[in-house]
């Protein structure tokens, strides 16, 4: 949208655009960068200093993209699992042929991958992945804070494996339905999932109590944790909405927050700014909102719409950048604080 | 939401295995020259496939927890299609071949029930490969022979250099009977013209004012109660908005699961604009289509493909619908 009379956010004004032609599908925090993978199969890499360095490393897109301790891993439609150092050395872990490899993780060394219904994963001291099995095909995989648990989330609900005298133990927190996305509380104590429906179910790792956050009118594709409380912070609606998780229980009865309430449309990302109590909000027009965790919050615009949805806000590790990427390819790469 | 021309068309192959699905594939994408596939293949699919773009599928089939007591959908296609609109390279259309033995009501479902699906993606035409020497013997045996042709927009009925005209006959007899709405196209080698068989758009609602039924005289015997057959009616007198509704929403609600497809043009009273409307079990499109072309009968007509459906008063219902 190249209108004239839209006024430029300070971010547009300071930052630089880039126009790749392929979607953002993903992105992650990398030594002193933030690495991007694209529906093209290539990878970039923006620091706050140099130009961006890009990589070919995938034919068709990348599904799946991590950081693990020297580079960042990487699954695609081709099949291949790869370590993409920020060097540009491209490392294949695995080739699983015409199956896609759709989600990715890592914790120090531990890197896994889930294609089809399998996890597999390698640690240190050997070469062949042990393999855990699950009933349908993952939705998502997520490791804890500790490295101890993995939650993989698939149809029916999350398998939660644990790691015991060097066995890997599964127990099931069921709930009716096709789970995508998962990911623990930043305490540990809670498992999350995205659902097929437009809601989110979670569970009380301790008891299995488990609840749904719903009334979204679209599928919520993104969340993320905030503050000290911490929010549970969720794409889906037209605003950031953010469920209170302090307390013995929760958010169960009570009302989320709702902030970065300016944009039109349906937010498709959502991004926490790390240290401070605010919320990054991505929309389906393209539009980016950064709001306070608060009652009344303020919004700062970082973006004007473009047209198309937001897929990825990152934050570079030192916290001086924003990356914006949208679903067309449009990278938005800009200083975070006034200069 | 997206616009219209962004959506990729998907074509369903269905039909028994040795049917001819992978020939007919196989035609597809060496015929069409510079357009490009992306072809989901199920896990038992055969081999060959002549394509850069092939991706596996594990036809796994969802519930949705929507109330919907038969809202099933294909998880697997709404990862996988995701997945491809994530791709930087254009595609011209997708083309999921199924497994013989499934169900397409789930197929077909999704695209109603996943708004992204439903976004970036168009089902096309559900087109079933038919065996001209084994059809009649599958639809005595498996339901799911029954539901394909009674999903199908298209049968290509092939291998009929196999069989004489009076079996013919009799085949096409009895696909009549399940699905009036469908196009045969008789082959050998699945050798059809293409523009037959993509790009049909035959889920949109404009198209079911096109295409004409095969009403066949109301003669609806059959040798099992769960036989898939098709009733329809036609009304001169306009229908009461109200009363329509009420009936067929009714009828969805404590019928769904047997009615597998129902179609129709409606004329209301005191509306000058045609309603159209198609429906999937439970899941319902419908729109008002414009005003009436001039010149052209202004009735309604409404067409069901299901099993036990003389058991749904269907055709008291319909007449109970006429204004007064």
Known sequence: MNNESVIKSRFEENGKVFETGAPVTGAVSIENAVAVGFGDGSIRFFWPDNDPLEVQAHSGAILSIASSNDGVITGGQDGRFLKISTNAEVEEIYNFGTRWVDNVAAYESMVLCSSGKNVYIWSDENDKPKILEHQSTIGGIAIDQNGRRI?????????????????????????????GKVGFSPDGKYLVTTMQENELHAWRIRDKASFAMSGYPSKVKSFTWAGDNPYLVTAGAKEAICWPFDGKEGPKGRKPLCIASGGQQNATFVESLPGEKAVFAGFRN?????????????????????????SNISISPDRSHILVGDSKGQILWSPLWEQ | MENRSSQVPVTVLTGFLG??????????????????????????????????LVVDADEEVFEMNNGCICCTVRGDLIRILGGLMKRADQLDAIIVETTGLADPAPVAQTFFVDQDVAD?????????????????????????????????????????????????????DRIRKINPYTKIIETNRCAAPLEEILGLNAF??????????????????????????????????????EKFEKWFGNLLQTHGQNIL?????????????????????????????????????RNSRVVFIGRKLETMNLKEGFESCKSD
């Open chain 2, 19 to 52: 049917a001819g699905k992978t020939t007919l594939l196989n035609r597809i994408l060496t015929e069409q020259h510079g357009r490009r596939y992306a072809v989901i293949v199920n896990e038992f699919g055969e081999q060959g496939i002549d394509n850069d």
């Open chain 2, 120 to 172: 970036r993606t168009k089902l096309d035409a559900i087109v079933t490969v038919a065996d001209a020497v084994h059809l009649s013997t599958q639809l005595g045996e498996h339901h799911e022979a029954e539901e394909q042709i009674a999903f199908a927009d298209v049968v290509l009925l092939n291998k009929i250099d196999l069989v004489d005209q009076s079996q013919i006959t009799g085949v096409k």
């Open chain 1, 151 to 179: 939650a993989v989330s698939c149809y029916g609900g999350v398998t939660l494996w644990r790691l015991e005298k060097n066995k890997w133990k599964s127990s099931k927190f069921a709930w009716k339905g096709s789970h």
């Open chain 2, 261 to 297: 497809r129902s179609k129709g043009i409606l004329d209301f009273k005191n509306e000058k604009d045609r309603y159209v409307f198609q429906g999937v079990h439970m899941l319902m499109d419908a729109s008002p289509m414009g005003p009436w072309p001039e010149k052209s009968i």
């Open chain 1, 286 to 310: 393209g539009m980016v909102l950064l709001s306070e965790l608060s009652e009344h919050p303020n919004d700062v615009l970082i973006q004007n719409p473009t047209g198309s949805e937001v």
């Open chain 2, 204 to 241: 949109s609602l404009d198209r079911v004012l096109e295409v004409e039924p095969d009403f066949l005289d109301s003669d609806h015997d059959h040798e099992h109660d769960d036989d898939v057959t098709s009733f329809s009616f036609v009304s001169d007198t306009p229908l009461d908005l």
